[in-house]
């Protein structure tokens, strides 16, 4: 057999088996109609992106599925691909153009995209790159791009067959917009922060003179956009101002006064300025009383002509100037700090404003309905099921989707305009003629889509949808979705809608959605913060298969994942630990003979640990089915670790010795090291292949060998129970062995007493074993009677002794116990002090308060056995 090296090169392992995989074409699936189908479509990450740490957990979590489906039997598809990123990648192309001093302006919008597309062949890979370093088993000879050809057709046929249906139309309407990205955004675009500000109150004179009325705004620039001021149609305190009129401050401009339901009387005064072109609410309550429109703030920010005085002015320069006339002329009444919730820009942090633009939308309502029944009759399942409340939330107060984008990197919206007729026509086809006139002066719209309208048909249109290809007809609908919940909306919502709609059936059976990833203390990472964790730095020091677990090891459902990279080198030691395992069971397989189990013929520890991997294969596999990845893997690592090395390992040494023994031994060490890698394989990929090529295996790869089914293995509920049982006494010498400071290598005398016959006979029979893992001398069974000066410990079915003469000195020892039972007290003090204190609990974060109550009970159960030892050597002086 093969020696393996001492420790692991994951650097050469990764590289030489990612290669082997994909020149075996193991990625691609077989298309063998009598497989069942397993497909997952990657959520595209941005072509402008690198892999951080959300990717890693995100892939992390499909490969976990897709491998463990692909070895269970099933034809499996993961399809790779990146998306264009309008506003992003425009934005990294504008700087890079900036810094030779031009704009896009300046070079036009071919040569422009013509520098877009060079940048995205020259860097636009570098996540795919990254992504197989992680080990992602992606179908890489599907992968797509948001603007390939066949998706750009994929797009303007959607955006067609919508314009056909009337549910896309052009139009004026308050829309989002960045006055830094030149660009409409879509509400879910926005991101809205609590900032502190403030509320000005200012007077709205009556025209006639005869009084007033004060509003209160957090905008006040916008005055110059008034068009009426609104109050509820219920408040006595302004019944007698509905239907007359206000002068303007500054400006001057006579503007009404109408009573409106959607008016909170508690906001402010109960007066609200109604400023139609530059606020939501506003807007509508336009529509509802036929108010104009009053632009005074175009699309870089600065003031328009309608705001007089204040025209050309930068808009926070002009709220300065504003505040300072109306304090001038008497109108501000006061100001009073207060919270805004500020919306900013999802790409540049920009502060967004509201502004009326001509922009293309879909209605969504039509579009919302069968996607809300398809989650409420369970069609498509949200895993944590505790999502399915917002995302209905969502969907029934869904608003129209703007999709145009006044930016040149994207799909450039299929709508020409003729010069000569001015019909606005739509086409899958450029058009070089009016089809209503038949002139050749028509213009393309300028905008392109919002990226997300490519992304929301990537489940079909990645499988070559409008053709009916046979990766559509197979693969469709896909399996299940992986991502997180910042994209709910963005993303699988629309795909929900988008999927049904023009497929007749939902994208996939299951959306699974995971949490965040934070550092160590719950804290979000970012850069200013300094604790960002980069996972290709962690795949450089630790190993892909080390991140990798670490990421399932902590994906447990509705809870953020808080990393530290201690956590990653804690599982890169898992990673040695399986490593030095199976050189463990290599160095004794020289004279290994494979062949048949015979399970009678099995000592108790044989027997035991293959009922133990039966019913760890059994439990990982639900917990995979449930998408309880940590659960899974936690599983694996107690079972490997624990079960595996700790104590059948270790129970093999005695038996490996033994002529009669050591052939089955070795093929009980093979057999459960063999399936344990197969077990872990979708966790940790390579060092699993590594370590399963240098076993005897049937097949080429362990990546499509079966993976483990709970039956490949015999239950043996007898040889558990006895186990435990020995394995409680082993546990309880160990521990009298600590509590006393004997050394690890000198043997010590044990007596178990038992009355039951049966037990009696157990431990007879088990007594070798007992003796070498708990490093035993003299061993004794009987039926009574306590040994003299003798630590003990009480088993489920027996009574264990250790006596203590000529191993301890009583008087010196309990002199050590007693200063070490005194400075437990304290510490245990100090401890259950700092938990009774509300301060502190009401106040500390849950974790921190439940590491102490953890470590109180440690305490308690240390001081505890302390007195009892304490007991033990005063009894022992007296005898």
């Known amino acids: ?18 290669r082997f995989w994909e020149e075996r074409g193991y990625f691609r699936p077989s298309l063998d109609p009598k497989k069942p189908k397993f497909s997952v479509v990657i959520p595209p990450p941005n072509v402008t992106g690198s892999l951080h740490i959300g990717h890693a957990l995100n892939n992390t979590i499909q490969d976990i599925l897709v491998r463990y489906k692909r070895m269970d039997g099933y034809d499996t598809l993961w399809v790779p691909g990146t998306d264009h990123a309008g506003i992003a990648t425009q934005n990294v192309v504008e700087r890079e153009l900036a810094k030779e001093g031009k704009t896009r302006h300046d070079l036009g919008r071919e040569k422009f995209l013509e520098r877009v597309w060079q940048w995205k062949e020259r860097f636009g890979n570098r996540i795919i790159e990254q992504l197989k370093r992680l080990g992602a088993s992606c179908d890489w000879s599907r992968l797509r791009f948001t603007m390939d050809e066949g998706l750009s057709r994929a797009v303007r046929e959607v955006f067609v067959r919508l314009w056909e249906e009337g549910l896309i139309y052009r139009g004026d309407y308050i829309i989002n917009w960045c006055p830094r990205c030149h660009t409409a955004l879509a509400d879910i675009e926005v991101e809205h922060r609590p900032t502190p500000g403030h509320l000005w109150y200012i007077r709205y004179p009556l025209s006639e003179g005869s009084g007033e009325i004060v509003v209160a705004t957090t905008r006040p620039e916008t005055m110059l956009g008034d068009t009426a001021v609104a109050v509820h149609p219920e408040d006595e305190r302004y019944r007698a101002f509905v239907g007359k009129t206000l002068r303007l401050p500054l400006l001057g401009r ?34 509802r009383h036929g108010l104009p429109l009053v632009k005074i703030m175009d699309e870089n920010g600065r003031m328009t002509p309608e705001a007089g005085p204040y025209a050309g002015l930068d808009r926070f320069e002009a709220r300065r100037r504003v505040l300072a006339d109306l304090e001038a002329q008497g109108f501000l009444v006061k100001t009073e700090d207060y919270e805004v919730m500020l919306g900013h820009c999802y ?40 999502w399915n409340n917002l995302y209905f939330d ?73 053709e009916k290809t046979e990766d559509l007809r197979t693969f469709y609908p896909t399996s299940v979705l992986v991502t997180s919940f910042d994209i709910l909306f963005f993303w699988v919502a629309r795909m929900i809608m988008m999927g049904l709609h023009f497929m007749g059936a939902v994208p996939f059976r ?120 940590d659960q899974a893997a936690l599983a694996l690592y107690h079972f490997f670790w624990h079960e595996f090395c700790d104590w059948y390992v270790e129970a093999s040494k005695l038996y490996l010795r033994q002529q009669g023994q050591r052939g089955l031994t070795q093929r009980v060490l093979h057999r459960v090291l063999e399936a344990s890698l197969r077990l872990l394989h979708p966790f940790m990929p390579f060092v699993t292949e590594e370590l399963w090529q240098n076993l005897p295996h049937e097949g080429e790869s362990i990546m499509v060998a079966p993976y483990p089914r709970p039956e490949d293995f015999p239950r043996d509920g007898a040889a558990e129970e006895e186990m435990g049982l020995l394995m409680e006494a082993v546990v309880a010498l160990r521990n009298i062995r600590a509590d006393y400071r004997l050394h690890p290598t000198q043997e010590i005398p044990a007596v178990i007493v038992s009355e039951d016959p049966e037990t009696r006979a157990f431990f007879e029979r088990e007594a070798a074993l007992i003796r070498m893992l708990a490093r035993v001398g003299e061993f004794a069974v ?9 630590a003990s410990a009480v088993l489920s079915r027996a009574e264990i002794f250790v006596p203590l003469s000529g191993l301890v000195d009583f008087r010196q020892e309990i002199a050590r116990l007693e200063k070490e039972k005194a400075k437990v007290e304290k510490e245990w003090q100090r401890v259950k002090a700092r938990l009774e204190n509300p301060a502190f609990v009401e106040k500390a974060p849950e974790e921190v308060v439940e590491k102490e109550k953890e470590r109180a009970r440690e305490l308690e159960e240390r001081y505890r056995r302390l007195l009892t030892n304490l007991e033990v050597l005063h009894q022992a002086l007296k005898e």
């Open 782 to 790: 009987r039926a009574s009677g306590r040994p003299e000066a003798a």
């Open 510 to 629: 299951t959306v699974y959605i995971h949490a965040l990833v934070r550092d160590e203390k719950g804290q979000k990472m970012s850069k200013s913060r300094g604790n960002v964790i980069d996972p290709v730095d962690m795949i450089e020091k630790y190993g892909a298969d080390a991140l990798r677990f670490t990421l399932a090891a902590l994906a447990a459902q509705g809870r953020d994942i808080k990393l530290s990279e201690s956590r990653i080198e804690g599982y890169r030691h898992f990673v040695n630990k399986i490593w030095n395992a199976a050189r463990f069971v290599l160095l004794n397989l020289e004279d290994f003979e494979p062949g048949e189990i015979p399970q009678e013929a099995l000592p108790l520890p044989s027997r035991w640990i293959l009922s133990r991997l039966a019913a760890t294969v059994e439990r990982v596999r639900d917990r995979l089915e449930a998408y309880e990845f």
């Open 254 to 287: 006579e503007i009404p006064v109408v009573a409106d339901p959607a008016v909170d009387p508690e906001f402010g005064t109960g007066a609200v300025k109604v400023t139609p072109a530059h606020d939501f609410a506003d807007f509508e309550m336009a529509q």
């Open 1 to 18: 057999m093969k020696e393996l090296p001492k420790s692991y090169d994951f650097r050469k392992a990764e590289d030489k088996w990612y």
């Open 394 to 466: 969502w969907m029934y107060r869904i608003r129209d989707w703007c999709i145009s984008r006044q930016i040149w990197w994207g799909h450039r919206i299929p709508a020409w305009t003729c010069e000569h007729c001015g019909k606005t026509s739509v086409s899958r086809e450029d058009l070089e003629r009016c089809p209503e006139c038949g002139s050749e002066k028509i213009l393309q719209e300028e905008d392109v889509l919002d990226t997300w309208f490519s992304s929301a048909l990537w489940p079909f249109s990645t499988l070559g949808w409008p």
């Open 347 to 386: 790409r540049c942090d920009c502060v967004v404003e509201p502004l009326v633009s001509k922009q293309w939308f879909v209605r969504m309502k039509p579009l919302a309905q069968p996607a809300i029944a398809a989650v409420d009759y369970g069609f498509i399942r949200l895993v944590p099921e505790n």
